[in-house]
């Protein structure tokens, strides 16, 4: 039974600095071969945001919002992948996403 306790408690301590790690890491997601890129954190939080002047268009603002929206859900992707390669092996799956729930 001991042995099972000092298991449990190692995993625990293991996927909490799992979680850490994702919380400390800086991703880019990026839209239109990199003319918008957002670089958030492992927890969500945006960090920067950098536009190419190229796509500054005072005639067309729907492809720059587009633009910034296809950046930012190419980060949340890309932060749902960490979080299932740092804490897939550590969780058990809770549906079709695992453990990229974890973070929205």
């Not at 001991?2 to 996927?15: D, G, S």
């Amino acid at each position: 039974m001991q042995a099972i306790l000092q298991q449990a408690q190692e995993m625990q301590q293991q996927l909490q600095a799992a979680q850490q790690e994702i919380l400390a890491t800086e991703l880019v997601g990026s839209a239109g071969n990199g003319l918008v890129e957002i670089t958030l954190t492992g927890g969500g939080e945006v960090r920067g945001v950098k536009i190419d002047p190229k796509v500054v268009d005072p005639e067309d603002v729907e492809t720059l919002q587009d633009l910034v929206q296809g950046a930012f859900a190419d980060g949340h992707d890309k932060i749902g992948k960490l979080a299932q390669e740092k804490l897939g092996p550590l969780t058990p799956s809770s549906g079709p996403e695992g453990a990229s729930g974890l973070f929205g």
